[in-house]
Every structure is written in C-alpha cells, then in structure tokens.
C-alpha cells in the first residue's frame, strides 16, 4: 500500500490544519491507521491511532483533547484535524499503515507516507 500525506503548512498558535493521508494500490479498510511526529533532533512520535472500520481511537496525551483521527475507508483516507495547534505541535507528520492495531511503536510499521510539514509560529 502506498501512503501519501498532504495538508501541512505554516499556522499562527491556536490555529487549525487537516492533515490528509490518501492511500494507494490496495483498501486500506482492513487497516489499522496511524499519524506520527517528527521534530528536528527527536525521535518519531505516535500521535493518534484508529482501527480499520473506525469504531476506536487513540491519542497520544499530548494531542487530547485537540486532535481528531478519522477516516474515509469509501475514499481509502484517512485525515488528522489538527486544532489549537502550539509551536511544540511543529514537526513532520507521517501516516502509517499496519494490518493489526493498536500500535503506538514506529518501529513496528510497514508502510510510511512521504511526510507533510507543520509549522506554528509563535
């Protein structure tokens, strides 16, 4: 499955941004999807996670309350609302794919989106 992210950009503190993760080359409906972070000199971060027919989710305590996963399985997508938003929220957001969830640990996913910049100025 090919994963392609798309949304990201610059946004003032408080701000909002939907974040887009438009899968290719077969459903994703059976899968287990998930946002990660990445911010310069760290490590990559689980965000927020949710099952294939979208009946759980799960956030990392930083995001509570925040951010909002949810998905399209009809448009093999799945999106990140990102409201808020803080200067610590910058980073890489990724989308990544696995058959079986719930997994907070990048390590264990097979397939990655190429990553989409989000940047919060202060």
């Known amino acids: 499955v090919q994963l392609q992210a798309s949304g990201g950009g610059l946004v003032q503190t408080g701000g909002s941004l939907r974040l887009s993760c438009a899968a290719s080359g077969r459903t994703i409906s059976t899968y287990y999807m998930a946002w990660f972070r990445q911010a310069p000199g760290k490590e990559r971060e689980f965000v927020a996670g949710?099952?294939?027919?979208?009946?759980?989710?799960y956030y990392a305590d930083s995001v509570k309350g925040r951010f909002t996963i949810s998905r399209d399985n009809a448009k093999n997508t799945v999106y990140l609302q990102m409201n808020s938003l803080k200067p610590k929220d910058t980073a890489v957001y990724y989308c990544a794919a696995e058959p079986r969830g719930p997994i907070t640990l990048a390590t264990r996913y097979n397939y990655w989106g190429q990553g989409t910049l989000v940047t919060v100025s202060s």
């Open positions: 949710i099952t294939s027919s979208g009946g759980s989710t």
